[in-house]
């Protein structure tokens, strides 16, 4: 993942010209630990363009899932897995099951 990211940085930085600058600093690989952490887990994914203010709603970002998952099992399906399992901050020290 380092060589990765290393040339990619340094791509993207030659690009836009801005020498030094982590593209990806904050990555860590995760295992899902369980059933509830995987639905926890595909919640947050889901939220994550709202989250950071890309759209208004899940369903307005083109490169998601979601809308796949709602084609697929339903609209009624998708808030219920909400429902049951909320999103939460997942950080490191937060992120137990």
């Not at 030094?20 to 990555?27: A, F, P, T």
């Not at 989250?51 to 998708?78: A, L, N, P, T």
């Amino acid at each position: 993942m380092n060589k990765i990211h290393c040339g990619y940085s340094y791509e993207m930085n030659k690009i836009e010209n801005c020498k030094g600058r982590k593209i990806w600093q904050n990555y860590w690989d995760y295992c899902v630990r369980s059933e509830k952490d995987f639905w926890r887990h595909f919640n947050y994914i889901h939220h994550h363009p709202v989250k950071h203010g890309y759209v208004q709603k899940m369903e307005e970002y083109e490169f998601s899932s979601f809308g796949y998952w709602i084609r697929k099992k339903g609209y009624d399906w998708m808030m219920s897995v909400f429902r049951e399992h909320p999103i939460v901050d997942f950080t490191i020290a937060r992120d137990d099951s």
